[in-house]
């Protein structure tokens, strides 16, 4: 049995294709609009030194496509009894599509396991939807799956049945067009998936008639698939429509946009790991410092790297023996780059050691997909800027990867980010939350573009960090503001004696406050705006002693505006500080409203 949860969105949506799904008349199968850039193009790209030189960023918003893990399942439950008939009026299942039925968070758990194409889409840290797919081979208990074994054993012996298909139903997610992401998602993976096969794989699924799911009907038929017959389970004897698609490549070429062609599409998904030349990257950071003011920081990284080696399935044939991976012996290849062809990069570290380096080819991938892991430790190279506006100034932690070798088979090989490392997803970029008494971690970002001198791929992963503003004006500011708040009380003194020694001692109290604190402010050579109300404190007392030596031999009318005089300093000094750490305050609050912090959703 089938269930579908739709949202009819893709006439809203610029991820889908105005051609699509409906074949155009005058499309040509053999002439695609987007073809998969396979391992038949490989050696011409080798020569031609060709790969995508599009500029490509993402961050959390952007929606992302991963396999399902097992953190995920409860998750998927949830969100499957959100959409399922049982809570549903008749109207809203009508207009948007429903579940008959879901499945236990322990089930989901089982999927994760067995199903080799099980999909999930997350805006952010939140899941959007998701879609459950398996391969013929784990249909096997005729009781529970008796549609899916009459598929089996009637229609087609090798295929890939589609189990679920669920979008969200919050209003903000809706006409996003996700379910045609997921599809196409699928499509691109099974053809991969299984290339090694005689001939390519159909998907079969089966829809309700009662009752009916006319969203999921027309949704199907838009994705390439027809009705082939009807067929009545004797465990519900709920009629049921078979459907199928089987002609992938051309459904995936016509329901393919500019947006999520690989050449436009930042990620490692599914069409960019069909080609050999795509090395999709992934970095994420644990133990990790604030800069110091040099840029430094140390860290632990986790760099994971996939690409595509045809041939490699051959010399490590996968085993179904319930291992998640299949070892690949790198050592044997250290001196011999034509058979295991490890990209060749340069990262932006300063003292860094390797840890651990291995390689594998784990079982969601298809099988000539190789894993490449490596564990750095120590110290990488920043980025400081903007410490005029210290406390309140953003820092940033970059990793910048580039391909630098001159061989033409590395040359030509381009970067698409990861959906996730060492089960932490990208949008996260660390294994545990980062804890800072001086800074805040916001959620990373990547870009990858072309490095201008070799002209080769360059990623870069950033974080940028936040210092913790309000400790700097707790600690330093607003003490600084006491102190030159009591040069007020300066100007009702009469004796000329006691004027000077009183600003004296409050010139001499400001300079220990700052020797004090010294370690707590970035040795720059900028001058910040911690430093304009430090010194401004400063200031004030030299003029106020200065202007009290100015006025010793002068009238009382004169002393009267010398002390006009003072108390205007003293409100202007004032004035001047509380403005600026109002604006460092408000700058702090209002970036962790616009950011998001390393491991949370947003801050609102």
Known sequence: MSDHFVDNGHDHDPYFSEYAPDMPPDYEADVPRFPLRGKEFAERRRNEE??????????????????????????????????????????????????????????YSQFVKKAEHFLTIHIGTELVGFLLAYGSEEI???????????????????????????????AEHRRKGYAGLLYRELYARILHYYEHEKSPRPIYTAIVQEPANPVSLAFHQKMGFS????????????????????????????????????EVNPFYDSRAATDPHCVGIGVSMYSIAPPDEH???????????????????????????????????????????????FPRYDLNKDKVEVEQIYAYIDISDPQDVITWQQVLRGKFIGIVDNLSLFPADKQELRFAFRMWDNDPDDRCRY??????????????????????????????????????????????????????TTYYLRTVALPMVLITSLSFASNSIDSFGDQVGFNSSLLLTT???????????????????LDVITYGALLLS???????????????????????????????????????????????????????KLGDLLIR
Request: with cysteine.
């Open 227 to 262: 009705k082939i017959q009807e067929f009545v389970p004797k465990v519900d004897q709920i009629s049921r429509s078979i459907f199928i698609c089987n002609n992938l490549e051309r459904v995936l070429d016509s329901i393919t946009t500019l947006e999520t062609s690989s």
């Open 295 to 341: 840029g430094l920081f140390n860290a632990n990284v986790r760099v994971v790297m996939k690409w595509r080696q045809p041939g490699i399935e051959v010399m490590y044939p996968r085993v179904q023996d319930g291992s998640a991976r299949t070892k690949i012996n790198i050592e044997d290849y250290s001196a011999d780059r034509t058979i295991l062809r």
């Open 415 to 468: 970067f698409r980010q990861l959906h996730y490392v060492d089960n932490t997803s990208w949008q996260l970029g660390i294994k545990r939350k980062v804890k800072s008494l001086s800074f805040s971690f916001l959620a990373p970002q990547i870009c990858i573009d072309e490095f201008a001198v070799s002209r080769t791929s360059r990623y870069i992963f950033k974080v940028e960090v936040l210092r913790e």
């Open 140 to 170: 096997t208990d005729p009781e529970k799956e008796e549609l899916n074994m009459y598929i089996k054993n009637n229609l087609c012996r090798n295929f890939v049945l589609l189990k679920q298909i669920c979008i969200s139903p919050k």
């Open 50 to 107: 060709d790969f995508p030189r599009n500029r490509l960023q993402a961050d959390r918003q952007t929606p992302l496509i991963r396999v399902a893990i097992s953190l995920d399942a409860k998750d998927l439950k949830e969100m499957a009894q959100s959409v399922s008939l049982s809570s549903m009026n008749s109207k809203s299942a009508s207009d948007n599509g429903f579940l008959v039925s879901g499945f236990r968070q322990i089930e």
């Open 511 to 529: 300079v220990a406050y700052l020797f004090i604190t010294k370690d707590v402010t970035p040795a720059t050579a900028e001058v910040t705006l």
């Open 542 to 596: 030299w003029m106020l002693i200065m202007l009290h030596f100015m006025s010793i031999e002068e009238s009382d009318v004169q002393k009267k505006r010398e002390e006009w005089i003072g108390l205007a300093l003293c409100a202007t000094t004032v004035g001047i500080q509380i403005c600026l750490i109002t604006f460092l305050f408000v700058r702090y609050k209002y970036i962790m409203y616009k950011s998001e």
